[in-house]
């Protein structure tokens, strides 16, 4: 069974600095697509970012592209996510995802089959 994992949320003030981490197994991160979500209270998911597994590229959102970086490490079976120069509308609950290509888009949530439960970020102005 697949399952994601997903820590190092938490409350920071605008500016700050955080380090999202997510957890699988090898099998989880052998997927085309290792993705970031977010969803804010009362709005739809957002896409953040995506890794390309295969050739290691990764795509992002307008809204966090400079801010925010996806990496990996294979020995720890973890992907994580660098946020950056946070601001109060990346408060959201940030979920990790694995998927492969589908006619909708790397950046649709549809592409992606198996989700993390999602951590919480808050950022304070």
């Known amino acids: 069974q697949v399952q994601l994992q997903e820590s190092g949320g938490g409350l920071v003030q605008a500016g700050d600095s955080l380090r999202l981490s997510c957890t699988g197994s090898e099998q989880t991160f052998s997927a085309y697509l290792v993705g970031w979500f977010r969803q804010a209270p009362g709005k739809e998911r957002e896409f953040v970012g995506t890794l390309i597994s295969s050739i290691g590229q990764t795509f992002y959102g307008d809204s966090v592209n400079g801010r925010f970086t996806i990496s990996r490490d294979n020995a720890k079976n973890t992907v994580y996510l660098d946020m950056h120069s946070l601001k109060s509308e990346d408060t959201a609950v940030y979920f990790c995802?694995?998927?492969?290509?589908?006619?909708?888009?790397?950046?649709?949530?549809?592409?992606?089959?198996?989700w993390g439960q999602g951590t919480q970020v808050t950022v304070s102005s």
């Open positions: 995802a694995t998927g492969n290509p589908t006619g909708w888009g790397r950046e649709d949530p549809r592409s992606y089959n198996y």
